[in-house]
């Protein structure tokens, strides 16, 4: 079998603009290519994973993952998120990846041992193993087993769509409640939040 992790990303100087109330547009890129960086190279220490795709309409981020050894795949036509990972699972397929993993970019907490533990729940397909965010709203990872089970449907409401998708498809489901997975920065009291949690563990050391 083989397991291809998708990274989908957003233009680095346009993503997160939801948070321009409190970083300037340099500071949000810097966070952007931080955050991308830190997820390939979380990646890359993930011995079940084969390869690691990254999509984005941004030539300067798929320069950046290449950078780091990672496989890319150009946006072209409209931007949207979903018709984005349905690119890059055909890519996937027609390199004969069975396994399909999306782990978006923005998850500030995620380990190499935390997508370890996520993938080692897997191993019964058809399956589709799934980490909500922490608004129990959004999709923070995504685990298809065979990679064409189900279609992406990220955007609101999310975690239940792709739920729904998985029953229709008669799956085996599970769902992977973790606080590392949880946290995505999309808006000014997620990164208010992840700060919290720093000066937490600071206290601790």
């Given at each position: 079998?083989?397991?291809?992790?998708?990274?989908?990303?957003?233009?680095?100087r346009r993503g997160k603009s939801?948070?321009?109330?409190?970083?300037?547009?340099?500071?949000?890129?810097?966070?952007?290519?931080?955050?991308?960086?830190?997820?390939?190279?979380?990646?890359?220490?993930?011995?079940e994973i084969d390869v690691i795709?990254?999509?984005?309409?941004?030539?300067?981020?798929?320069?950046?993952?290449?950078?780091?050894?990672?496989?890319?795949?150009?946006?072209?036509?409209?931007?949207?998120?979903?018709?984005?990972?349905?690119?890059?699972?055909?890519?996937?397929?027609?390199?004969?990846?069975?396994?399909?993993?999306?782990?978006?970019?923005?998850?500030?907490?995620?380990?190499?041992?935390?997508?370890?533990?996520?993938?080692?729940?897997?191993?019964?397909?058809?399956?589709?193993?799934?980490?909500?965010?922490?608004?129990?709203?959004?999709?923070?990872?995504?685990?298809?087993?065979?990679?064409?089970?189900?279609?992406?449907?990220?955007?609101?409401?999310?975690?239940?769509?792709?739920?729904?998708?998985?029953?229709?498809?008669?799956?085996?489901?599970?769902?992977?409640?973790?606080?590392?997975?949880?946290?995505?920065?999309?808006?000014?009291?997620?990164?208010?939040?992840?700060?919290?949690?720093?000066?937490?563990?600071?206290?601790?050391?």
């Open positions: 079998m083989t397991l291809w992790a998708i990274v989908p990303v957003k233009p680095l939801r948070l321009s109330g409190i970083l300037s547009e340099d500071e949000r890129t810097a966070l952007n290519k931080s955050m991308l960086v830190n997820t390939i190279k979380t990646l890359k220490g993930v011995p795709l990254v999509v984005s309409r941004d030539p300067s981020a798929l320069s950046l993952a290449r950078e780091y050894d990672a496989r890319t795949v150009l946006e072209d036509g409209s931007p949207e998120l979903n018709t984005a990972l349905r690119r890059a699972s055909m890519v996937a397929q027609t390199y004969q990846a069975h396994e399909i993993l999306v782990l978006p970019a923005d998850l500030p907490l995620v380990t190499t041992d935390d997508v370890r533990e996520f993938i080692a729940h897997s191993g019964n397909p058809p399956e589709v193993i799934i980490a909500p965010d922490r608004r129990k709203d959004g999709t923070n990872a995504l685990y298809i087993n065979p990679a064409n089970l189900i279609d992406f449907r990220y955007g609101e409401g999310s975690f239940n769509i792709h739920l729904e998708q998985a029953k229709k498809a008669n799956a085996r489901i599970e769902i992977i409640e973790h606080k590392s997975f949880a946290l995505d920065l999309d808006l000014p009291e997620d990164l208010v939040y992840l700060h919290e949690l720093e000066a937490q563990k600071n206290k601790l050391v």
